[in-house]
């Protein structure tokens, strides 16, 4: 060890380091970068063709699809709807009581 040290003196060291600097990112990229598959694999991690969207293509296709949208936007929309009446009641119901209590 202490031989392998004295030779690492000078011109030899700095060829050392420089062969460091080189190989360690050269290195890092190869082990990261070989056999991915098998080493960073997740299960269904991708979704399948059922699971994925399917771009309607024909025009009854978009037509289903666009109502189908239109469907679920107004549902949400009475949904905000009911809860912002609900939210305005509590907070009429809570000013009521606070007018009470003065």
Do not use: C
Not at 24 to 33: D, E, T
Not at 50 to 58: M, N, Y
Not at 88 to 99: K, L, M, P, R
Request: net charge neutral.
């Amino acid at each position: 060890m202490s031989s392998f040290i004295r030779k690492l003196q000078g011109g030899n060291l700095e060829v050392f380091k420089f062969g460091m600097y080189v190989l360690f990112p050269i290195g890092w990229m190869y082990y990261f970068g070989t056999n991915l598959d098998d080493r960073f694999k997740t299960k269904d991690f991708w979704p399948t063709a059922e699971q994925s969207h399917k771009i309607p293509i024909d025009k009854e296709e978009i037509d289903k699809e666009l109502s189908r949208m239109r469907m679920i936007d107004g549902i949400k929309r009475e949904r905000a709807e009911k809860e912002r009446e609900a939210l305005a009641a509590v907070q009429a119901q809570a000013q009521a009581q606070a007018q009470s209590e003065q």
